[in-house]
């Protein structure tokens, strides 16, 4: 194993900041290293690819920062040109994974815009699949997510924008990508442990998780005989700018896992990869559970 201790130096734990809503992925501290795996001496090692998605067309929502983005190198790295949409307040973390795509020798194409309107999820797909030249791999991984510890102080307006971000969305993408997903196609979503262990202090969003996870197994069932498998990950804690944007301090102090340490991002996005790959061929409608074993909310 070739471990370059120190890749990590600053440490997996988080630093307690506060981001505004997005969050950036360049003013996260400490910063990941996308296309690198955590070892055991507390160094890292970088991602080996053996060419799993050769050829292979990829669209990523949240593409700019966090687990996308390392999914989205990643999937360059096993031979994929890949599409991300983001938020165009994000603009400097999408043309940066654009840079680090192409510096792995795959195309990236970007383009901006708000999924909560279905008119963009629609241009999204149609924009994707012309400049791709077809589509093969959907990861539906944007969210938003806000910390509100009762549902007495949870406004409707709030319910309902989480909804239509984080459940919505998934649903305009995957019904207007299928069309031109021929078998061999996948779809991977992006849920979390907060479905499983119901964490009180993001009801909504926990909520949109659990939806994911079902519609992840509805979709999976509708597709299985056309050859086109649909499947999710359900990620523990994970220091990307969705945290420091939207948890408070004493949450940013408690974001571990029984592991010691939060996931990396490529730590997810080696699990998106095996579910876009021919690896999980007879796999569709699951959930691969990325969390540093976390199992309750304590
Ligand atoms: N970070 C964690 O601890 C964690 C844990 C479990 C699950 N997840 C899931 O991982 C996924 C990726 O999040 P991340 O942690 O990498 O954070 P991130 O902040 O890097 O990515 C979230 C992205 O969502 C996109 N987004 C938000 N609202 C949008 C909108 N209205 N329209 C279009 N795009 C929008 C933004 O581009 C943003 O970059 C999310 O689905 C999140 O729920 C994260």
């Given at each position: 194993m070739s471990s370059s201790k120190g890749q990590f130096e600053q440490g997996y734990q988080p630093e307690v900041q506060h981001q505004s809503l997005p969050g950036l992925e360049k003013d996260l501290?400490?910063?990941?290293?996308?296309?690198h795996l955590p070892t055991p001496d507390g160094g890292s090692q970088l991602y080996k690819a053996a060419?799993?998605?050769?050829?292979r067309k990829a669209l990523i929502t949240?593409?700019?920062?966090?687990i996308g983005r390392s999914t989205a190198i990643l999937f360059a790295m096993e031979g994929a040109d890949v599409f991300i949409a983001y938020l165009s307040y994000e603009e400097e973390d999408a043309q940066d994974t654009k840079k680090k795509v192409e510096e792995k020798g795959q195309k990236c194409y970007l383009l901006a815009g708000d999924l909560t309107s279905q008119a963009n999820c629609k241009k999204l797909v149609e924009t994707a699949v012309k400049e791709l030249g077809g589509l093969d791999i959907l990861f539906n991984n944007h969210a938003y997510q806000m910390m509100v510890n009762d549902i007495k102080d949870l406004s409707e307006d709030q319910w309902l924008h989480t909804f239509n971000t984080n459940v919505h969305p998934f649903f305009f993408l995957s019904k207007y990508a299928l069309p031109h997903m021929k078998p061999g196609a996948t779809i991977i979503n992006n849920a979390s442990i907060n479905a499983y262990i119901g964490r009180p202090d993001l009801l909504d969003y926990t909520a949109t998780k659990g939806a994911i996870v079902s519609f992840t197994r509805g979709l999976a069932n509708q597709y299985v005989a056309k050859g086109i498998r649909v499947n999710a990950v359900a990620p523990g804690p994970v220091w990307t700018p969705l945290v420091p944007a939207t948890m408070n301090e004493e949450a940013i102090k408690q974001f571990t896992s029984p592991m010691g340490r939060p996931s990396q991002p490529s730590e997810i996005a080696t699990c998106v990869v095996f579910l876009a790959?021919?690896?999980?061929?007879?796999?569709?409608g699951q959930v691969i559970h990325?969390?540093?074993?976390g199992f309750t909310t304590s």
């Open positions: 501290k400490p910063g990941s290293l996308p296309d060419g799993k998605l050769a050829g949240g593409g700019d920062s966090g790959a021919p690896d999980s061929s007879s796999i569709t990325a969390n540093g074993g």
